[in-house]
Nanobody, 120 residues
Framework: QVQVVESGGGSVQAGGSLRLSCAGSVVTNCSHEMYWYRQGPGKEREFVAGIDNRGTNYADSAKGRFTLSQDKAKNTLYLQMNSLKPEDTAMYYC???????????????WGRGTQVTVFS
C-alpha cells in the first residue's frame, strides 16, 4: 500500500516562512517523481513545484520564494516557502508518481494535504 503524507503546514504572518514535507512510501523497483500542488479557497488546484526526470520546476508564483529539496533515501520532498503572502493561503497537496518496468505499485498517488494560512 503506497502512502503519501504531507506535514509542516500552519499559520504564519505575511513575510514569514514554512517548510512543508511530503513523505512517500519507499517501494522496491520504483522511481519516484513528486510534486506540490495547492488549492486556495474557491480556486482550482494548481501546480506549485516539482521534481521529475527533467529536473526541478516551479510555478511563476513560486519562483524566487519557494525552494525544493529532496531526501531520495527517504523518498521525502521538502518545500521551503519564504516571503509568504496572504495569497499563498491554501491546502497544499503532494502528488507522487511511481514509475518503473518492475514497479509493482506504479501509478499516481495524492496525499490528504496540509493547510497553510498566511495572515497580514
Amino acid at each position: 500500500q503506497v502512502q503519501v503524507v504531507e506535514s509542516g503546514g500552519g499559520s504564519v504572518q505575511a513575510g514569514g516562512s514554512l517548510r512543508l514535507s511530503c513523505a512517500g512510501s519507499v517501494v522496491t523497483n520504483c522511481s519516484h517523481e513528486m510534486y506540490w500542488y495547492r488549492q486556495g479557497p474557491g480556486k482550482e488546484r494548481e501546480f506549485v513545484a516539482g521534481i521529475d526526470n527533467r529536473g526541478t520546476n516551479y510555478a511563476d508564483s513560486a519562483k524566487g520564494r519557494f525552494t525544493l529539496s529532496q531526501d531520495k533515501a527517504k523518498n521525502t520532498l521538502y518545500l521551503q516557502m519564504n516571503s509568504l503572502k496572504p495569497e499563498d493561503t491554501a491546502m497544499y497537496y503532494c502528488k507522487a508518481e511511481y514509475i518503473g518496468r518492475w514497479c509493482a505499485h506504479g501509478g499516481m498517488y495524492w496525499g490528504r494535504g496540509t493547510q497553510v494560512t498566511v495572515f497580514s
